[in-house]
């Protein structure tokens, strides 16, 4: 049984710093892409960063040059470096597993995602 917790969530004022981690059973990090996206209320969910099984990486436009994607393959954990965050930021975080490559630096179409994290909740105050 494939299974992702997410952590690391936490609520902090705009300019901070957080790390997310996800930890990965059922499966081997090195067969499998891990993506992070976000949700916010009321908007669609978005795409933030991937990284595939050869770890290339992908990032969404919105956060470009703040957030890093890496893993820790001997861990099997998933990490996303938030920083200097913004109240836009703010949105619960998922961590994703799944198939998909990372092709010309664009993250793999949510669908390709198999299994869903529960989710972490991100609060950025102004």
């Known amino acids: 049984q494939v299974q992702l917790v997410e952590s690391g969530g936490d609520s902090v004022q705009a300019g901070g710093s957080l790390r997310l981690s996800c930890a990965l059973s059922?499966?081997?990090?090195?067969?499998?892409?891990m993506g992070w996206f976000r949700q916010a209320a009321g908007k669609e969910r978005e795409g933030v960063a991937a990284?595939?099984?050869?770890?290339?990486?992908a990032y969404g436009d919105s956060i470009k040059g703040r957030f890093t994607i890496s893993k820790d393959n001997a861990k099997n954990i998933v990490y996303l470096q938030m920083n200097s965050l913004k109240p836009e930021d703010t949105a619960i975080y998922y961590c994703?597993?799944?198939?998909?490559?990372?092709?010309?630096?664009?993250?793999?179409?949510?669908?390709?995602?198999?299994?869903w994290g529960q989710g972490t909740q991100v609060t950025v105050s102004s």
């Open positions: 994703a597993a799944g198939a998909g490559a990372v092709v010309a630096g664009r993250i793999p179409p949510a669908v390709t995602f198999m299994h």
């Open positions: 059922g499966i081997s990090y090195s067969r499998a892409s």
């Open positions: 990284i595939d099984f050869d770890g290339s990486t």
